[in-house]
């Protein structure tokens, strides 16, 4: 039988994951003409929509095997920093929050990756900087506004680490004024979602290259989320990434949407139109941790994994067979299991306790 406790924080999860009522459901697209302008093309698509879903799953092997090539990029040539306006960028119920007053300064370049959105395309990342050659990279949760993860910056300059934190592609500020969410980020267009990640894991690499030009050499990455997703798949293809932590992590990008509370509105356009999610699952094989393992054992590095036992949108069995995979590549692994769920994370006074243990590590091994 469930506990008290365990019927409460299920209930106090639920809750948070359904408060925001602008989720759009949308009808399957394998978005093909994305597919366009990626490398590695496995000939010309076909014609009819019959031979799609064939033309996909291959291409997604493809990338496995060639990943490399497909997450590389050239290092961006337009590096600036602008002094801009804190601005919160809503995508719901986080539109209540306070936001501070003044200005920050704001890392800005373009991106290497293009899509049809300019606004998407000109990366933008909120720069905390202290003295020394140490940094962290800071990606944020799906749907994050523009000023979640801010305080880690001033906390983390404390103790000697500058911050980057990166808005990923299509959020805040980079988020097209026809969604009201960062939808096109993670949703039911299949090749988009990949653009999405490729985009977000290149931009991530430029960053990289910016701060080893300010002479910021010993380089770590946080992602939470979405943005932990992210975060692996860079540090399995850049060996600059040596201290990597992962706030809540999975392993295939399809098992999360088709499981995960918050994506339940990406599962019904995706359902309704026959996908099951093993087909889902090799349609985003490239984006997905469990195919890079191999990869990210490559180089070594130190690593921090928090997952949460109560978790309804990354569940806790696919934690588990993240926290597996990472033991079973020989990787070096440190895991914390959070007495929450994955939204209630945010919330106090587990937002504490994440923050410690977060900053606790980064500052022992950066």
């Known amino acids: 039988m469930p506990s008290l406790y365990q019927k409460w924080m299920y209930s106090w999860e639920t809750r948070l994951t359904t408060r925001d009522t602008n989720r759009v459901i949308r009808p399957l697209e394998w978005g093909l003409d994305w597919a366009q302008r990626w490398p590695l093309l496995n000939g010309h698509p076909p014609q009819s929509p019959a031979g799609y879903e064939d033309y996909v799953h291959e291409l997604n092997d493809k990338i496995v095997a060639h990943s490399d090539e497909f997450f590389g990029y050239i290092t961006p040539s337009d590096f600036r920093l602008e002094t801009r ?20 300064v704001f890392l800005r370049f373009t991106s290497p990756v293009r899509t049809p959105f300019p606004q998407n395309d000109l990366v933008n990342a909120r720069w905390f900087e202290t003295a020394g050659s140490r940094a962290v990279i800071i990606l944020p949760h799906w749907n994050a506004n523009g000023i979640a993860y801010n305080a880690l910056g001033p906390l983390l300059n404390r103790f000697g680490i500058s911050v980057l934190r990166m808005s990923k592609p299509y959020h805040d500020i980079r988020r097209p004024v026809e969604i009201a969410r960062s939808d096109y980020a993670v949703s039911s267009n299949i090749c988009r979602t990949i653009d999405a990640a490729r985009q977000a894991i290149v931009d991530l690499r430029s960053c990289v290259d910016w701060l080893y030009q300010q002479g910021k050499t010993h380089v770590a990455v946080l992602g939470t989320s979405l943005g932990s997703c992210y975060a692996f798949l860079a540090a399995a293809h850049d060996e600059r990434l040596r201290v990597c932590a992962f706030n809540h992590a999975s392993t295939y990008f399809a098992d999360v949407t088709w499981t995960g509370q918050s994506t339940r509105h990406v599962r019904e356009g995706l359902e309704r139109d026959g996908l099951t999610l093993e087909r889902l699952r ?7 941790p469990m195919a890079y393992f191999d990869k990210f054992a490559r180089y070594p590095r130190k690593c921090l994994m928090i ?13 588990l067979q993240a926290e597996k995979g990472f033991r079973d590549h020989g990787v070096d692994l440190k895991t914390v299991v959070l007495p929450c769920g994955h939204y209630t994370t945010g919330e106090t006074p587990f937002k504490y ?7 606790k590590f980064l500052t022992k091994n950066l």
Do not use: R
């Open 85 to 104: 306006k804190i601005e919160l960028f809503p995508t719901g119920s986080n539109a209540n929050e306070k936001v501070p007053k003044g200005e920050g």
């Open 282 to 288: 090799q349609a985003w094989l490239c984006v997905s």
């Open 307 to 319: 997952w949460a036992k109560y978790d309804l949108t990354f569940i806790p069995e696919l934690s």
């Open 353 to 359: 306790v994440d923050a410690y243990h977060m900053v």
